[in-house]
């Protein structure tokens, strides 16, 4: 291929990068666009170049409006004001007070082109729709608004750490980084210090009576100093990042060198760690970011140990010196490197001088010379970093993985080679016979590697010219042209060799690769469908286990905050349990968020490497693993997938976490929300049985002389039924608390469900003996014998006889009928009651639930506890209870209990004589 045709297919567009290019345009297109007007401090201008803008817009001719602008009573701000639509602002009382907000439904309505929204970070007052002013401006954008804003450096949530350190302040007022990136355009609006000072002495920025205050504290001028460079910093990273985003959807080759970027190349050089050094002091020097990669090449894998432990210090020193770490694949290493810097608007490479002879880089290549006449725009640095420091001179040495049975294979297969030509030479011409032998070193390169092909490639040629080129038996050659079939021959079978061992190679790479990546998918997939904690560190434990091959254990912290303690929580399984732990390497990792152990800096005596689960708010817990003995340290992709699996396990636990929490703070909310329906529910059910109470007795107190004994009699009647309904609503209550607490103990025997039926109907006509219900059973002919707790079951069907007689006429018919199956046996109470409607079938299970038709006639009004005592008690059983509508009118509960003993502490079911 030639030169012109790489030109031609590395300058063709990306399809997916088109794709991406055009899916992005589509979803900007339907959103709104956002300008930021950003500053370092209040008093710069923002608001006031953000009017003179609105100005200018609205002479164009484009729909202009006010949303909110603060403009702190400045004269010179409240003039640009006027000429402008704004709108109304929203009332919202709290508090006995009445504040004024952004009003975003009415923007919403008027849907003007671009709406002015002044102090993004803003705090929205309580009632608002949203809690922050940016979440009001993210509803606009995503409603196609384009929208106006203004921001000081110190509430990027990013950055109020450092602004906190400079200023001694506190911002409480903050936006997420990740909205800031939605920005189409950021206007720095900058004023030297001198400068703002003076506007502030001059009443231009606050009040006169804040003036002293601000000047001795957040306005002091070292401090306005800090925050300038803040700003700038920060607007400059927002445009670099703009710069190449648009680099990458128009697929820009060349460098745009607007801001340094260093890539450093490392190897397993000796030289790589000086080298990352003197990458740092240029860094530093240039104020640049910079990155270290090192490439990995299928050579690469036949490194020995020492070389590869080499290449990981070296990683290791530059990350703790600040660097970004990459690692590359690839057959060629200046392909790599150069295809990255391209990508990555990298200004300028540098690498190590070169410690191979001239006549080496001449036949095998040079990576240097490949770099420097590839790099085009981008300065190539070749140094050799420290003189100062004494370095390993013994050049990278390569695992020799052939053994000698391998070259005896090889010497093997020529033979047989050999054997078949000379059988079948009669009948072939010298070609098929030579390609008999490119078969053999094609088969051995697969088979056995570069050593003994090359061998073969040799050997061959050798025996080709020794048995089929005349004279025979003798390496002397009587036709010159014999030599350059020799030669052609050698460098075709060497080429098809070395070819064949780099494929080979490759695709153990490949296959490497894919083996990381299947078991992080498994990993995420596996960690994505479980919820529960401890399931959660068993999947993590056993997936680490077996991809690492190593012993493995997980400490997670207390649950205490304030004083969270670390604690082994689970070891691996089998072969995978983690036996030595050292608590003390653990707690120093988990506290300072830090690796430590095996193969780091800290502690690295420790049998095992202990890595921190970190989450998005605090360190989770610890990782320990400890490799197998045949390999018994880590190398730097392997750290990197295993901090991978790590982060991984974090934030699986976290998630665990966060829905422990939020089941938490649901309870607590079911719990205040049923507190306050207790205090309403119960106080009306407590205060009307103890008011008649009260009245009846007064009544015979007051009365006695004038009242007769069968008056008395009647007094004493109701004061009796009262008493048995607040001692039934008591009762109810104290049953709720059981079932919510857990203390509820079912303690199941065998019984025939008639005798529990009878015995509830028997309770219930006792307490409705004045009203003339009638109950109707049906039953099957072989009763059942039921594992369930007497008392409790009988419980459930008196709170549905009695719900059931609560919301029915006097003299109404119950119908209890009982059905069986393989499994269940299935009780209904049917009543002939108002009913209850399908969108609160399932809430009329719920504690203080009433249905609506019964609040509005007033009949059977109570506590509404029954029904959800019954469900507490039937869950418990292992049953299911349900309501259903009756034909003919009225409600059918449903109920069933399983007939066989699930528990296992029954004995051996009775047979029914």
């Not at 003189?387 to 090889?410: D, F």
Request: glycine share 6%.
């Amino acid at each position: 291929m030639t030169e012109s045709n790489k030109a031609g297919q590395d300058s063709r567009p990306d399809p997916d990068l088109l794709l991406t290019r055009i899916k992005e345009e589509d979803a900007r297109s339907s959103k709104g666009r956002l300008k930021v007007f950003f500053g370092a401090v209040a008093g710069v201008g923002k608001t006031y170049a953000m009017l003179e803008t609105a100005h200018k817009l609205q002479d164009e001719g484009i729909d202009v409006v006010l949303g909110v602008v603060e403009t702190h009573k400045r004269a010179e701000t409240e003039a640009l004001v006027e000429g402008l639509e704004y709108l109304q602002k929203k009332q919202i009382s709290y508090r006995g007070t009445t504040m004024e907000e952004f009003d975003i439904d009415l923007a919403l309505r008027r849907k003007p082109e671009i709406i002015l929204v002044d102090e993004l970070a803003h705090t929205n007052a309580p009632g608002s729709r949203h809690l922050k002013r940016w979440q009001d401006v993210e509803e606009l954008l995503d409603n196609g608004i384009d929208v106006y804003t203004t921001l000081n450096v110190q509430h990027i949530e990013s950055l109020h750490d450092v602004v906190a350190q400079i200023t001694g302040v506190t911002i409480q007022e903050r936006i997420p980084d990740s909205f800031l990136e939605k920005t189409f355009e950021i206007e720095l609006i900058d004023l030297p210090p001198d400068e703002l000072i003076q506007r502030l002495k001059d009443g231009k920025v606050y009040l006169t009576e804040q003036i002293d205050h601000a000047l001795t504290n957040f306005f002091q001028k070292g401090n306005l100093i800090a925050l300038r460079e803040l700003a700038l910093r920060a607007a400059a990273e927002r445009v670099d990042a703009q710069m190449e985003q648009y680099r990458k959807s128009h697929q820009v080759k060349r460098t745009w060198p607007a801001a340094e970027k260093i890539l450093v190349c490392v190897s397993s050089s000796p030289l790589s760690i000086r080298l990352v050094r003197a990458a740092k002091r240029m860094a530093n020097g240039l104020k640049a970011k910079w990155v270290v990669a090192n490439v990995e090449t299928p050579r690469q894998s036949m490194q020995n140990e020492k070389d590869r432990a080499r290449v990981i210090r070296t990683l290791k020193l530059a990350q703790q010196l600040g660097a970004e770490i990459v690692e590359l694949t690839g057959k060629s290493v200046s392909h790599e490197v150069m295809r990255y810097a391209k990508q990555n608007n990298i200004t300028k490479i540098i690498v190590g001088k070169p410690a191979k002879s001239r006549l080496r880089d001449l036949i095998y290549g040079s990576a240097l010379d490949d770099l420097i006449r590839d790099s085009g725009s981008i300065d190539v640095y070749v140094i050799t970093g420290e003189k100062s420091e004494k370095a390993e001179t013994e050049a990278p040495q390569v695992v020799t993985r052939s053994k000698p049975r391998q070259y005896l294979m090889g010497i093997l297969v020529v033979a047989i080679c050999t054997i078949i030509a000379k059988l079948t030479g009669s009948f072939f011409e010298f070609s098929t016979i030579i390609m008999g032998y490119m078969l053999g070193v094609i088969i051995v390169a697969l088979l056995y590697g570069r050593g003994p092909s090359i061998l073969v490639s040799f050997l061959s040629v050798a025996v080709f010219d020794f048995l089929f080129v005349p004279p025979h038996f003798t390496f002397a050659v009587s036709d010159a042209q014999y030599l350059i079939t020799f030669v052609v021959m050698l460098i075709v079978a060497l080429t098809i060799s070395t070819l064949m061992v780099e494929i080979k190679q490759q695709a153990e790479t490949a296959r490497q690769r894919e083996k990381k990546t299947a078991a992080l998918y498994s990993l995420s997939r596996e960690l994505g469908s479980i919820t529960d904690l401890k399931d959660l560190v068993k999947t993590g434990l056993k997936h680490v286990g077996e991809v690492f091959n190593g012993q493995v254990a997980i400490f997670l912290a207390s649950e205490n905050e304030d004083n969270a303690k670390l604690e082994l929580f689970s070891k691996g399984e089998g072969a995978h349990s983690l036996s030595a732990i050292d608590e003390g390497v653990a707690n120093w990792a988990f506290k300072n968020r830090k690796a430590a152990g095996l193969g780091t800096d800290t502690l690295p005596s420790a049998s095992a490497l202990y890595i921190p689960l970190l989450g998005s708010k605090q360190t989770i817990g610890v990782l320990a693993v400890k490799p197998n003995l045949n390999n018994p340290i880590f190398y730097f992709d392997q750290l990197h997938l295993l901090e991978t699996f790590a982060n991984q396990i974090a934030i699986a636990c976290e998630r665990a976490y966060f829905a422990q929490e939020n089941e938490k703070t649901r309870v607590m909310m079911k719990t205040e929300q049923l507190r306050s329906s207790l205090l309403s529910s119960v106080s009306h059910d407590l205060r009307t049985p103890l008011a008649t109470i009260t009245g009846a007795a007064s009544s015979i107190m007051e009365g006695s002389k004038s009242l007769s004994l069968s008056d008395c009699r009647i007094l004493a009647g109701e004061i009796y039924n009262e008493s048995v309904r607040l001692n039934t609503l008591v009762k109810n209550l104290l049953d709720m608390t059981r079932l919510q607490s857990g203390t509820l103990k079912v303690r199941t025997e065998w019984y025939p469900i008639d005798e529990i039926i009878g015995a509830a109907i028997a309770t219930i006509t006792d307490a409705y003996q004045q009203k003339k219900h009638k109950i109707n059973t049906q039953l099957p002919d072989q009763i059942p014998l039921v594992p369930l707790d007497a008392i409790l079951i009988q419980q459930v069907l008196f709170n549905l006889i009695d719900n059931a007689f609560k919301y029915s006429k006097d003299s109404a018919e119950l119908d209890i009928i009982v059905q069986t199956d393989a499994e269940n046996v299935k009780i209904s109470v049917c009543d002939r009651g108002i009913g209850i409607s399908d969108k609160n079938k399932e809430k009329v299970f719920h504690k203080f639930f009433q249905e609506e038709q019964s609040l509005k006639t007033g009949i059977g009004v109570g506590a509404g506890l029954g029904l959800a005592i019954a469900s507490g008690i039937i869950e418990a059983h292992g049953g299911r209870i349900w309501v259903e509508d009756r034909k003919g009118g009225g409600s059918i509960f449903n109920f069933t209990l399983p007939l066989a003993d699930n528990s296992g502490d029954l004995p051996k079911k009775p047979e029914i004589q």
